[in-house]
């Protein structure tokens, strides 16, 4: 109940900044007013129909590029890290591929593929595998050695390594990678949906009246804001669940 009670003063205090730059906004430049929450919320209600079907399909976009990421790049991330051959002679190949910014390959994808589904969870999926790969890659290289040797000692076999020992000390940041993604997926997903010319999501939803009725192509973000605050309050129970050590000493405080 408290987390709840935060989460609400929280949105309260931005519907209120918001409402502040709306009339701030309007005030200076009156030829190009910003909608205020009201009006946002508003459409949100009268076209609650159409933003749903827009809104399933974003999620499904943004969930299936976040599984299909988590498939591929937690276990690689996890045996370039742990595994000191494959970390000398693969490391550098991240490096260096990591830094390119994705968004580069949008047109390129859309040209070879065309604007269907899968284009759109390709290129999410592109930019969250980087992500959560490097962080599974780092947290594997940070593995306590005396873990390692205690239950190497005790006859694990590689396989009971990973999974008793690697996996659960890499978990905590292989999710906060995954909340921090969040944010880039949601990001990348727009591009992907606007830089298509017709189809279903929230990024084509708000670009086609970005220009002529603003208010609904701010109904459409805030729509887009309560999808990321969906899947981050996902991932935090989803941490609180699996690595519950890490908050037995924040409650006995």
Not at 72 to 88: F, K, N, Q, T, Y
Request: charged letters at 10%.
């Amino acid at each position: 109940m408290k987390q709840v009670l935060t989460y609400v003063a929280s949105i309260v205090v931005l519907l209120f900044l918001w409402e502040m730059a709306s009339l701030a906004v309007s005030a200076f430049y009156p030829a190009t007013p910003l909608p205020g929450p009201f009006q946002a919320l508003s459409q949100v209600v009268q076209n609650a129909g159409e933003l749903q079907r827009h809104f399933l399909a974003s999620a499904a976009r943004l969930l299936a590029a976040m599984l299909i990421s988590l498939v591929i790049a937690v276990p690689l991330g996890l045996l370039i890290g742990h595994e000191r051959l494959l970390d000398r002679f693969v490391s550098p190949m991240i490096y260096i591929t990591y830094p390119i910014p994705q968004v580069a390959f949008i047109l390129f994808l859309f040209l070879l593929f065309g604007t269907g589904n899968a284009t759109k969870v390709a290129i999410v999926t592109l930019v969250l595998l980087y992500q959560i790969l490097v962080s599974a890659q780092g947290a594997a290289k940070n593995v306590s050695p005396e873990h390692l040797t205690s239950v190497r000692s005790a006859g694990a076999t590689r396989w009971q390594v990973y999974r008793h020992v690697v996996f659960p000390a890499a978990l905590p940041s292989i999710l906060t990678s995954v909340r921090v993604s969040i944010g880039l997926g949601m990001a990348f997903l727009y591009i992907a949906e606007t830089t298509a010319q017709m189809g279903t999501g929230l990024g084509t939803y708000v670009k086609s009246r970005m220009v002529f009725s603003r208010d609904q192509a701010f109904a459409g973000i805030v729509v887009m804001a309560v999808l990321g605050l969906l899947l981050y309050v996902a991932v935090e129970f989803l941490e609180r669940r699996l690595c519950r050590w890490k908050y037995t000493g924040a409650r006995s405080r």
